[in-house]
């Protein structure tokens, strides 16, 4: 009879502990990246009434009679399944598609998160500005480098550094050049050629309009390119002339770039004098391999160029990758950092720190340090959080589970506590 009552006590006690848990869950329905929890019981070792017997002078054997002593909580498990994305168009909330978390320091210990709510601190500085612990990465050098097998850093976003001015030395063009197009003649008026301006940077930054003519030769498919620039001396009509060195540009008879002759298209052009106090002369290759010659009307596009004036850092964006890149005020941009993932071999095993934050256990495994979008490593969302993976539903069926199993066991208790009564009853 006493079994009885304790068997319900401990079932009692252990549905309380899993509407505990339920609660829990539910509770945090709305937590940033919170990772719900599951109950598992388990049943406790019990009495034998009688063993068991094997098969004899034939007689066929019998089973072992026992009586449970109730139950017992087996664990509380952690859910790791993903939580849905929610965007927010900030852009310095970062979600993780996949697995990973991200690794979070308060200069002496380094913890684990997939709450990517972070911000910007007055030092530049990539925090949770509700912990302030630092966001942990990679930074890359001047050149845009980063070394991944470096230790890990903070991360920081210094808006208003300044990058220097770059000179132009490549720039590249595409386009068609009319074949229609009659031989030059200088006029007047002037026919048989074809202009575009571009813009080329000394190495002060000092910015430097350049014409480009392309004059159709007497020779068939033949084009000679001639450019005249401006030297800071409000020269608007561009009349100083600049030296083009490769300057004959030659197609095919079915109107493609000549390849069979060396460095066809890249015409070497040289600005001297331009009166900046920059480096002279500035030298640049005229990249036009790109270049077609059909009948049609000419069109000459810039695609690309590698100068810049000096800038300063005024924005950033981040790829699935994780490499952060700065966007300066010149138009240029540069990789300045890369965001680091860690991975678990167990991440069940992870020990629950508060504030969203996770610590490694002993049945964890160490933290597996890399890039996103890496060796099973998730990818990085730029604009989201990941929301709870509490299932609502689920959490309020467990909720009637747990208020019946307690309150079958403390009617089990109910029905002891009669019987012992009649049994006292009997001597009366």
């Known amino acids: 009879m006493m079994r009885s009552l304790f068997s319900a006590i401990s079932g009692m006690r252990n549905h309380m502990s899993f509407m505990d848990v339920v609660g829990n869950n539910i509770a945090n329905v709305n937590t940033i990246a919170y990772k719900s929890s599951r109950v598992t019981f388990q049943d406790i070792l019990g009495q034998t009434i009688k063993g068991a017997s094997s098969p004899q002078n034939g007689r066929g054997g019998t089973n072992a009679a026992q009586i449970g002593l109730g139950m017992n909580l087996g664990g509380i498990d952690t859910v790791m399944s993903q939580g849905s994305l929610q965007s927010t168009g900030k852009l310095t909330d970062f979600a993780i598609q996949g697995d990973g978390f991200f690794v979070v320091s308060d200069g002496q210990r380094n913890y684990y998160t997939r709450d990517g709510a972070f911000d910007i601190g007055v030092d530049g500085g990539l925090v949770n500005p509700v912990t302030g612990l630092r966001v942990l990465g990679w930074a890359a050098d ?4 980063v070394d991944t097998q470096s230790p890990l850093v903070p991360l920081d976003i210094p808006f208003g550094t300044r990058i220097s001015a770059q000179p132009t030395a490549n720039m ?3 386009g068609n050049l009319d074949a229609g197009t009659p031989t ?8 048989g050629f074809v202009t575009t301006t571009v813009t080329a940077y000394d190495s002060l930054g000092n910015a430097h309009s350049v014409k480009i003519d392309f004059q159709k030769a007497a020779a068939a498919n033949t084009w000679t390119v001639v450019a005249n620039f401006d030297n800071n001396d409000a020269d608007t009509l561009l009349n100083n002339a600049a030296t083009v060195t490769n300057g004959t540009v030659v197609f095919t008879s079915s109107g493609q770039l000549d390849t069979s002759i060396a460095n066809n298209g890249k015409v070497s052009v040289s600005l001297a004098s331009l009166g900046t106090g920059a480096t002279d002369p500035l030298t640049f290759t005229f990249d036009v391999t790109k270049f077609t010659q059909f009948a049609g009307q000419s069109q000459l596009n810039l695609s690309n160029q590698d100068g810049a004036p000096a800038g300063a850092l005024v924005s950033f964006a981040v790829g699935s990758s994780g490499e952060i890149s700065g966007i300066y005020s010149n138009g240029s941009s540069r990789v300045i950092g890369q965001l680091a993932l860690a991975t678990f071999v167990n991440p069940g095993g992870l020990m629950r720190a508060g504030q969203n934050l996770w610590t490694p256990s002993a049945n964890s495994g160490d933290a597996i340090v890399g890039q996103p979008n890496s060796n099973g490593r998730g990818t990085v969302n730029t604009g989201t ?7 609502l539903a689920q959490q309020f069926t467990s909720v009637i589970l747990a208020q019946r199993g307690f309150q079958s066991s403390s009617r089990v208790i109910t029905a002891s506590d009669q019987m012992l009564q009649d049994l006292v009853n009997i001597i009366r």
């Open 184 to 191: 030059y003649s200088a006029g007047p008026p002037p026919v």
């Open 172 to 174: 590249y063009m595409a």
């Open 385 to 391: 959080l990941e929301g709870s993976n509490v299932d």
């Open 142 to 145: 001047a050149a845009g480098a």
